[in-house]
C-alpha cells in the first residue's frame, strides 16, 4: 500500500549555503596522518566546507532559506512552518527553528527541529507535507542543515575525514494532480544505536570534565557496521519505492541518495540495478553534511538543469538511529 498524501503536495523552490573555508585531503594530511590517496578512494571525498568558530547551523540555515525564498519570489512572513532537521542544533534549546524563523523574519510562522541525523531531511519534508496534505498549512519551508565539523574528533583519524558543514532548504506548497511526492516509507531500529552515536551531553551523560577528557562529545561510529547496514536498507526502501510504485529504475530521471561514501551509494545502485549516471554526487567536494546531503544535491541538481518539472526523483537515506527511509516524487518546480 503506497503512502500517498491525501493531496499533491511538492517542492516549489530549493537553495543552499556552505560556508567559505574549503579544506581540501591534503590540507587535511597537513594536520593529521592521512591522505588524499586514504581518503578519495575509499569514500569519493576530496574535499569538505567547515564553518570558523562561533558559527552555528542557523548562519547557515538562513541563507539557504533566504535563497529558496528569493527563488520561488516568496516574502518570509508568507511561511506557515519551519521545520529543520538537525543533529547540530545552535543550541539545545531554543530550536534552530526558532532562530531560524527570527533572522528571516517568518513572523507568521510556527517551527520546530527534528533530529533524525543523516535521514532528518526526508523525515522532515514529508512530515511538513503532510501538515500541508491535511489541509492545514500551505506554505512549509523545510531545511536540512548540520555543522558536523563541531562534533569531530580530530584524532579519531577515520572519522573526522568524512564530514563537511552545509544547509539545503526546500518551500513545500500544494502542487498540481500528479506532480510532488507520490510515496514514501520511513524506518528505525534503535538497536543499531550504539554504532553510530555521540554519547554524552544528553540527559543519560550530562556533559562534565569526565565526558570531556573522554572526548564523548564527538561522532562514534563502527565504521563497516553502518556501511553494511546502509547499503542493505538504502537499496530495499529504494527498490520498495519503485516496486510498489510499478517503476522500474530506467524510469527515473535522478537518484539521490545521502552522501556518506561514494561505495555505499554505488553499492545500493548496484542492487537497484540502477545506472550509475543517474545517481546525484556532490560528496566528492562537500563530504557527508548529514541532513544537508539530500536538500542540496537536490538544489545542485535543479541549478544544473538534471531535472525538470514532472521528473520522477527518487530520495534515500540512512543515518544514526539507525534511521532510514525513501520518498518518491514528481519533480514540481
Ligand atoms: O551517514 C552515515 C555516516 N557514516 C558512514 O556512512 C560511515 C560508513 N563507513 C565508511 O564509510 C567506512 O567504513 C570508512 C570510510 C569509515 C572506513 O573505511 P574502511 O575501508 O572500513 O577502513 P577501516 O576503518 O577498516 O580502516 C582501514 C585502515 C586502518 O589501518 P590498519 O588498522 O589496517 O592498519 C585504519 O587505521 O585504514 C586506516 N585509516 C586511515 N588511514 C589513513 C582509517 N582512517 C584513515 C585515514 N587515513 N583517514
Given at each position: 500500500m503506497t503512502r500517498r498524501l491525501a493531496r499533491p503536495v511538492g517542492i516549489t523552490a530549493t537553495g543552499q549555503h556552505y560556508p567559505a573555508n574549503r579544506v581540501t585531503n591534503d590540507d587535511l594530511s597537513k594536520v593529521i596522518e592521512t591522505s588524499d590517496e586514504w581518503i578519495r578512494p575509499r569514500t569519493g571525498i576530496g574535499a569538505r566546507h567547515w564553518v570558523e568558530?562561533?558559527?552555528?547551523a542557523s548562519d547557515l540555515a538562513v541563507p539557504a532559506l533566504q535563497m529558496a525564498l528569493d527563488r520561488r519570489g516568496?516574502?518570509?512572513?508568507?511561511?506557515?512552518v519551519i521545520i529543520v532537521a538537525t543533529?547540530?542544533?545552535?543550541?539545545?534549546?531554543?530550536?534552530?527553528a526558532c532562530r531560524v524563523q527570527d533572522a528571516i523574519g517568518a513572523k507568521n510562522a510556527f517551527g520546530f527541529d527534528l533530529s533524525a541525523a543523516c535521514s532528518g531531511f526526508l523525515y522532515a519534508l514529508t512530515t511538513g507535507a503532510a501538515l500541508i496534505a491535511s489541509g492545514t498549512y500551505t506554505k512549509v519551508a523545510v531545511v536540512g542543515v548540520d555543522i558536523m565539523s563541531s562534533i569531530?574528533?580530530?584524532?579519531?583519524r577515520a572519522t573526522c575525514v568524512l564530514f563537511g558543514d552545509g544547509a539545503g532548504a526546500v518551500i513545500l506548497e500544494p502542487v498540481a494532480e500528479g506532480l510532488g511526492i507520490l510515496d514514501f516509507e520511513h524506518r528505525v531500529d534503535g538497536s543499531g544505536g550504539c554504532l553510530l552515536q555521540m554519547p554524552a551531553g544528553g540527559s543519560r551523560k550530562p556533559a562534565s570534565h569526565a565526558t570531556v577528557d573522554a572526548k564523548e562529545h564527538y561522532v562514534h561510529q563502527s565504521g563497516s557496521e553502518v556501511f553494511k547496514s546502509a547499503v542493505r536498507e538504502m537499496a530495499e526502501t529504494s527498490r520498495l519505492m519503485l516496486d510498489r510504485n510499478g517503476f522500474v529504475p530506467t524510469d527515473l530521471r535522478l537518484f539521490v541518495p545521502h552522501q556518506a561514501n561514494i561505495r555505499i551509494m554505488e553499492a545500493a545502485a548496484k542492487r537497484l540495478e540502477?545506472?550509475?549516471?543517474l545517481m546525484v554526487v556532490n560528496i566528492n567536494e562537500y563530504a557527508n553534511t548529514t541532513a544537508a546531503t539530500i536538500p542540496t544535491a537536490l538544489h545542485q541538481s535543479r541549478e544544473a538543469g538534471r531535472m525538470q518539472k514532472g521528473d520522477l526523483v527518487l530520495l534515500s537515506a540512512f543515518g544514526a538511529g539507525f534511521t532510514w527511509g525513501a520518498v518518491l516524487m514528481r519533480w514540481s518546480c
Open positions: 568558530p562561533g558559527q552555528g516568496m516574502g518570509a512572513e508568507e511561511l506557515e543533529v547540530t542544533p545552535d543550541t539545545f534549546f531554543p530550536a534552530t569531530i574528533n580530530m584524532e579519531d540502477l545506472p550509475l549516471d
